[in-house]
């Protein structure tokens, strides 16, 4: 699942570490930035399995290199905003 996104994105030649592609994340909350509510690394179940599928079902429906980078866009505002995702147990 990931690997095909991992291909689609070298297709639309945007790099793994390009900036469109990345955001900074606290690594919990009392790291964030005061006043916002980004998404921490750890505890909002960043890299399970529902933020996976959150993940793929963003990206994979792009058919261009512009709604691949607006579907980027619309994840990092999500990030931002202070989603979080379902933790395994």
Excluded: C
């Excluded at 399995?49 to 990092?76: D, H, P, V």
């Amino acid at each position: 699942m990931m690997k095909a996104l991992r291909e689609k994105m070298e297709g639309f030649k945007i790099k793994i570490n390009d900036k469109p592609n990345g955001i900074w994340l606290p690594n919990n909350k009392s790291d964030r930035i005061p006043g916002t509510n980004t998404t921490p690394h750890k505890g909002a179940g960043v890299h399970g399995n529902a933020y996976r599928q959150y993940i793929f079902e963003i990206l994979s429906g792009a058919q261009t290199r512009e709604e691949f980078l607006n579907s980027l866009s619309m994840i990092k505002k999500s990030l931002a905003d202070g989603i979080e995702f379902p933790k395994a147990r």
